[in-house]
């Protein structure tokens, strides 16, 4: 594999061939040219390659925690042992729909969230809808 210090040595090599005019000294420093072009093209390859390891490394990692997630979701007692409360809420945040107990609303009791458990008054339509980002939304029920 070529490293710095090769290259480093073929930039040397050619300094000292640059100096002689003669025909042997002009065709050996064309061909350390070419050296010194594929050296840098190997060494720009193996930093590619090195980022690719380290991001393969990465996702492999990641890959690693989704299938630990989902074993922990496959067994039988992953599901909350709480009683289901079938008084659903539908919130429509930024197009997304969302359908969740009241119970979950409920949770802190001061919160913005928990007065939509209260019971609505008639004409008051089927969901409430918020103009947020719903991506960040999921996280606030799932707290």
Same mark, same amino acid.
């Given at each position: 594999?070529?490293?710095? /210090?090769?290259? *480093?040595? =073929?930039?040397?090599?050619?300094?000292?061939?640059?100096?002689?005019?003669?025909?042997?000294?002009?065709?050996?420093?064309?061909?350390?040219?070419?050296?010194?072009? #594929?050296? *840098? /093209?190997?060494?720009?390859?193996?930093?590619?390659?090195?980022? *690719?390891?380290?991001?393969?490394?990465?996702?492999?990692?990641?890959?690693?925690?989704?299938?630990?997630?989902?074993?922990?979701?496959?067994?039988? $007692?992953?599901?909350?042992?709480?009683?289901? $409360?079938?008084?659903?809420? /539908?919130?429509?945040?930024?197009?997304?729909?969302? *359908?969740?107990?009241?119970?979950?609303?409920?949770?802190?009791?001061?919160?913005?969230?928990?007065?939509?458990?209260?019971?609505?008054?008639?004409?008051?339509? $089927?969901?409430?809808?918020?103009?947020?980002?719903?991506?960040?939304? #999921?996280?606030? =029920?799932?707290?």
């Amino acid at each position: 594999m070529a490293s710095v /210090q090769q290259l *480093e040595k =073929l930039y040397q090599i050619q300094r000292l061939f640059n100096n002689d005019s003669s025909l042997e000294s002009v065709v050996a420093n064309e061909r350390i040219q070419l050296l010194i072009d #594929r050296t *840098e /093209q190997l060494i720009q390859q193996k930093a590619f390659l090195r980022d *690719e390891r380290r991001k393969a490394r990465a996702s492999g990692d990641f890959l690693i925690q989704r299938k630990e997630a989902l074993v922990k979701m496959q067994r039988d $007692d992953w599901m909350t042992l709480q009683p289901l $409360d079938f008084n659903t809420i /539908q919130i429509n945040v930024g197009g997304l729909m969302f *359908e969740t107990p009241s119970s979950v609303l409920g949770r802190d009791p001061s919160s913005a969230l928990a007065k939509l458990s209260r019971p609505r008054e008639e004409g008051d339509g $089927d969901y409430h809808t918020f103009d947020r980002d719903w991506w960040l939304f #999921r996280y606030i =029920l799932r707290f």
